[in-house]
């Protein structure tokens, strides 16, 4: 059923240009990632950092503590510490195994399941998974359709999978979950949880209830890399790398950030294109945002829209609508907050992880920073498009940032799988 060679053979080749391409990567030997806890009188990136240097990437903030990229050469300000030191070693990290010997699978005992066991040794370059795509699509043929949901600035497609039992005794309107990772390029564990996710849907239909429910019930429409340029450009050349690579008006500058791109609540950030903030000059500017609109609107436009989440990391939270304003109030504030306690709940039961749950403009600093959380995917599918949508934040809080291990990709899919399963079961039955 598997056409394993192929697999096989495409892997190794691939697994070459990427060994060459790897010269070209950035250097962060004289940066390092610090965290730096808030003091009320201050805010710690304008007042703090700014004033040190133009040269630091924030990589996550909260109430407590910011966790920034800075160079080494300043004085590490006052209530900063180190969190990671030797940031390449951290991305050498994120890609061992890369070049590890293949399980030795003769194709007599290959099997749906060495293959699922197999694919998530190891992070994959884009390639890999968009094969790994068809190999779905030839072993469950009733259950998967891989969508085409439009081209990037580069020419590459942006893949959805479907997945669906196509019941429509059991699914007449057409309830629809959608879920969508790698938003953010240098967020792997985003990518593979969402693999993750159609995996276990895929294989367990038929053999599980739950499952054989979901899939007769729900259709699910899975992205796990919405933005295939940055992707591979997290893989090539910068694997910090945040937003897509379309070219913006100042000639050396590229990449649009697509979580602010969205039209619902757009606002300029004045960024400049530089920037890992940069929202355009307007809405729908990134091209991964403006298909996803068209997509939903005329492929999709008869299905009905009942859940959307959005993995991200890192940080372990739960976060509901809005992100653009936190005097904004959802509909149905006091529910999103109770499946927001479900799903973080959801987490805490699989692995003893625990998840905040916060709103996105607290998370955003939008109540503070009016700007900050403009134009995101999750207020654009809360607003136009589903009942309930929410941002996960997905492990871990900070020793090693985006740049989680290998070894992380089957615990962070276990939980993750955990609290999307608590999702469908709400959808499918609501006590709320
Ligand atoms: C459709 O779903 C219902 C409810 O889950 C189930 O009883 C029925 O067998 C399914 N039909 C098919 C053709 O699988
Ligand atoms: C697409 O859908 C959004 C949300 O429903 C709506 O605001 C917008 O007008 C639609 N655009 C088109 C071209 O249909
Ligand atoms: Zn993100």
Redesign the pocket.
Known sequence: MWNFQLFVLTFGIISKIVKCQELENIDYSNYHICRCSKDYSKDVINDVIKPLTSDYDVWTRNFDFVDVRLPKNIKLPKGCQVMISDIDKAIEETKNGMHMSFPSLDQESFSVDTLGNFFFNEYRDLNTIYLWFDLLKRSFPDLVKVEVVGETFEGREMKALHVSANNRTANPDRKTIVITGGVHSREWISVTSACWTAYQLLTRYSYFKKETRYLDSLDFLIIPIFNPDGYVYTWTHDRLWRKNRQQTYWPNCYGIDIDHSFDYEWGSNDDFPCSEDYSGQEPFEALEASSW??Y??TTKGEYKIYGYIDFHSYSQEVLYPYAYSCEAIPRDLENLVELSYGLAKAFREKSGKKYRVISACQDRGSDLTPGLGSGSALDYMYH??AHWAFQLKLRDTGNHGFLLPATYIRPVGKETYASIKYFCDFILNPEI
């Open positions: 609109n068209k939903l609107n136009h498009r």
